[in-house]
């Protein structure tokens, strides 16, 4: 039943957006769906924060207040005449056309079947990465509890509090209409959607025929880092997605398309504070595309539209004192000169070992760049410059190609070692990764393929510009990634993680992929390393226990315990005990330290109460059940009149109330 509320509930968003987006009257078909997806956004959270104005956020406010708006929205409809969307037989001529390029069919094929493998996986694997068990989930269970988007009393991780909420609130909307966490993934997913159709038209904008778009826009949703993170309720996908809608309508001649793009770089910037990073990037875009005259109007709408994505900061002004709560960007020890040196070396896959700046195979790559540039000053000497340019950029793709393959064949080996293993044909014992290599919706790159496509690209995109063939934002949109690397580096401390900040700069690269197509080897050598990445990302490294990871050699389990106990500060066996012996519908008091999973606490349904133990140690006279965490700092005299029933080696201790 709670299946049939949420998809009904979800009906009437894409309802209501469809309905002002008709009124709108754009003349795109990509435009139109963009902002059916802008205005649902606008509409989930802007109801959410309504509703929370008086502790309303409840199921059946929440499917008032849409069916409200979805009535409202039809009289504004029906009153302005009853315009039609600008979609029709045209736009799937177009796609079917474009499919008849095999290399474009291929890319899209491979996308659409990864992805479906994402879904399923999203709709039966539990949540388990760190951040979404620190507090991404949490803040919308407690927000579902409390009835309202707010402060968390008593939290000991400020980011459960302080952060932007804007896809913890769609989250949280899953949650309270869905009755449970099997949803949670679809803020991500349904991002990559609205990123690829931005991609594809971004790309059309930018005079690319629907082929070469199709191509960049399927490629991107190809990465390594994207695949990865599309099954999570993490929200960096929803930040580049939104980012990625505004560059689309700021390449836009209507004004109601800069409104549309500055409200989507407002619920950017409501998201996640990493903005800032793609912010000079997105502006240099939008500004490239736009004659003079148009300057100052793309500059009111971006301004305004960062000045409304920012009302948590004034949240956390008025609860903290501090427009960011008192968190501040981590610098780290490290010079400007060693953070460009590692942030580089992991967005060409450079590193073998997590955070080491070092080339997995220095040899055999540096040997390679080294013989086509011998090859490249040869050909300069004989007069073909043009074959010379193609050496020397065929030896950067191979420094740059050649590490990564490298670690990608010992991770084949060993899979089929695991396999042999697990089938009887061998005893011999093999580490299921190579000795320091990580690969994970936080910690990876973008693959192999975009390696070969932004360097290919690049140079073809600057040759279409000497030929006036492409206008200057296509430059604009290759910069994207360096700039926003640029960024992140002077503004924060290295940190392997940090290579999903570039998702938008990413995609919107990506609208100028398509270019590759003019010299085919190209194309279909990135489609086969595109093919070999999602193999890899899928059998491997798609959240546990799906794919080969099952092979791991372990007691891999799909049980929900298990799964969340299975990375980072993860504790089995005090998960099991909460999974099994603690009420579904118990007040549960956690007296825990920053860095400690919260989620694990709540069940599937989220039925139970959850507190946190204030500093002062008193415990909530409504809690039955206590939770200690590691290296708490509970006084043991709040311990009295409760019996312990599990001390776990990982350091947990949950107590239940004498009598309860």
């Known amino acids: 039943m709670s299946t049939v509320v949420l998809l009904g509930a979800g009906v009437a968003v894409a309802g209501t957006s469809a309905l002002l987006a008709n009124v709108l009257r754009l003349r795109s078909g990509v435009a139109f769906l963009l902002a059916c997806f802008v205005l649902a956004s606008v509409e989930v959270v802007s109801i959410a924060l309504f509703l929370s104005i008086d502790d309303r956020l409840t199921r059946g406010a929440l499917l008032a207040a849409l069916g409200v708006t979805l009535v409202l929205s039809g009289a504004v409809w029906i009153w302005q005449g009853r315009p039609r969307p600008p979609l029709g037989r045209a736009h799937v001529c177009t796609i079917r056309r474009a499919l008849e390029d095999h290399a474009v069919l291929f890319v899209t094929a491979l996308a659409a079947g990864a992805y479906l493998y994402v879904l399923a996986v999203g709709l039966t694997v539990p949540q388990s990465l760190p951040d979404t068990m620190l507090y991404h989930l949490p803040r919308a ?20 509090n302080v952060f ?8 949280a909307t899953v949650m309270i209409l869905g009755r449970g966490d099997r949803f949670v993934f679809l803020p991500q997913f349904l991002a990559v959607v609205a990123a690829c159709l931005a991609i594809y038209g971004t790309a059309r904008r930018l005079s690319f025929g629907a082929p070469a778009a199709l191509f960049g826009a399927s490629m991107f949703a190809t990465f390594t880092v994207v695949l990865l993170q599309a099954p999570t309720a993490l929200n960096d996908l929803v930040v580049a997605s939104l980012l990625a809608i505004s560059a689309f309508f700021a390449t836009g001649r209507a004004k109601v398309e800069l409104v549309l793009g500055a409200l989507a770089l407002g619920l950017a910037v409501a998201t996640k504070g990493t903005v800032v990073f793609a912010v000079p990037a997105l502006a240099v875009f939008a500004l490239s595309s736009q004659p003079r005259r148009r300057w100052p109007l793309l500059c009111v709408a971006g301004l305004g539209g960062v000045l409304a ?5 004034w949240v956390n002004r008025a609860q903290t004192g501090s427009l960011t ?10 010079g400007i000169a060693e953070r460009a040196v590692r942030t580089a070396a992991d967005l060409l896959e450079l590193s073998d070992r997590e955070g080491s700046g070092l080339l997995a195979s220095p040899i055999w790559s540096i040997g390679g760049l080294l013989a086509c540039l011998v090859v490249a000053a040869v050909l300069v000497r004989a007069g073909k410059r043009r074959a ?10 191979a420094l740059c190609i050649v590490p990564t393959l490298v670690t990608w064949a010992s991770v084949g080996y060993r899979a089929q070692a695991q396999l042999r293993r697990s089938l009887g044909l061998s005893a011999d014992e093999v580490a299921r990764l190579p000795d320091g290599f990580y690969e994970s919706a936080m910690h990876s790159s973008y693959g192999a393929a975009f390696v070969l496509l932004y360097v290919a690209a690049g140079a073809l995109v600057i040759g279409e510009l000497r030929r006036r063939a492409l206008p200057w934002a296509a430059l604009a949109a290759v ?5 926003t690397a640029c960024m992140s580096v002077l503004l924060l401390g290295y940190d392997p993680q940090r290579m999903r900040y570039l998702t938008f700069s990413v995609a919107l690269s990506a609208s100028v992929f398509g270019v590759v197509l003019r010299t085919r080897m190209v194309a279909w050598i990135a489609a086969t390393l595109a093919l070999a990445s999602v193999i890899v990302s899928v059998g491997y490294f798609i959240p546990r226990p799906a794919g080969l990871s099952i092979l791991g050699g372990g007691t891999a389990s799909s049980a929900r315990w298990f799964v969340q106990a299975g990375g980072g500060a993860g504790d089995p066996d005090a998960f099991r005990f909460l999974a099994e012996s603690v009420p ?3 007040t549960v008091a956690l007296a825990l330290r920053r860095n400690t999973y919260v989620y694990p606490v709540w069940d599937a349904e989220l039925r139970r109460t959850v507190l946190f133990v204030p500093a002062d140690g008193v415990v909530p006279p409504s809690a ?5 965490g590691p290296a708490s700092d509970l006084p043991k005299d709040r311990l009295a009149g409760w019996r312990r029933e599990l001390s776990s080696p990982g350091g947990w201790q949950i107590y239940r109330r004498v009598g309860s």
Do not use: K
Request: aromatic residues 10%; charged residues 10%.
């Open 479 to 483: 910069l994207a990634v360096p700039l």
């Open 388 to 397: 010379a340019i193609g050496a020397a950029l065929g030896g950067l793709v």
């Open 141 to 160: 269970a407690f927000w579902q509890q409390l009835h309202a988007v707010a402060y968390v009393p008593a939290s000991p991780d400020e980011r459960i």
């Open 584 to 586: 579904a519908d118990a």
């Open 624 to 628: 039955s059940w206590l939770v200690v």
């Open 309 to 313: 994505g920012s009302f948590w900061f």
């Open 164 to 171: 932007p909420p804007g896809a913890e609130i769609q989250i």
């Open 325 to 334: 709560g008192e968190v501040v960007l981590e610098r780290g020890g490290q």
